[in-house]
């Protein structure tokens, strides 16, 4: 089995933003002294560092017979085919293509993604939507995997 794990991490200038929305908690208080400052700068800065840091912590991984999609946990033997797509057939499957049914990790500042059809008579999920930086390695690690 091909082995595949990814972090989806967020872009770079969320954290300059992290860190600009520090630097404006210590613009607002400020007029309060030093201290305050100080502590808005360092409060700010690390609560939305927090933010920015959970949201891109989601990971994709398929191990020991299933993919593992941020909570979500489905054998490999309840998927049907997966497709890569690029980043106007992305784009098309997460507006207006997208089933309300459909499992989605999704990540905006992730261009390209994966449909995989679920296809366990028991679950009434269509498909999964997954967005990855390596959509063809992970389609590769899942027909791996059912082999």
Do not use: N
Not at 16 to 30: D, F, K, P, R, W
Not at 36 to 59: D, F, H, K, T
């Amino acid at each position: 089995m091909q082995p595949y794990e990814e972090r989806l991490t967020a872009p770079p200038s969320w954290w300059v933003i992290a860190a600009m929305i520090g630097v404006a908690c210590a613009l607002m208080l400020l007029p309060l002294g030093t201290l305050w400052m100080l502590g808005g700068l360092i409060g700010g800065a690390a609560l939305s560092a927090v933010a920015v840091s959970s949201y891109g912590s989601a990971r994709i991984r398929v191990v020991g017979g299933a993919l593992i999609a941020g909570d979500a946990k489905i054998p490999v033997t309840a998927l049907g085919e997966a497709r890569a797509l690029d980043a106007d057939e992305a784009l098309a499957w997460r507006t207006h293509k997208a089933d309300a049914r459909a499992f989605m990790l999704l990540r905006g500042y992730i261009r390209t993604a994966v449909r995989v059809e679920i296809t366990d008579p028991q679950d009434p999920t269509p498909y999964a939507y997954l967005s990855t930086r390596t959509p063809e390695r992970l389609v590769a690690a899942l027909a791996a995997g059912r082999d």
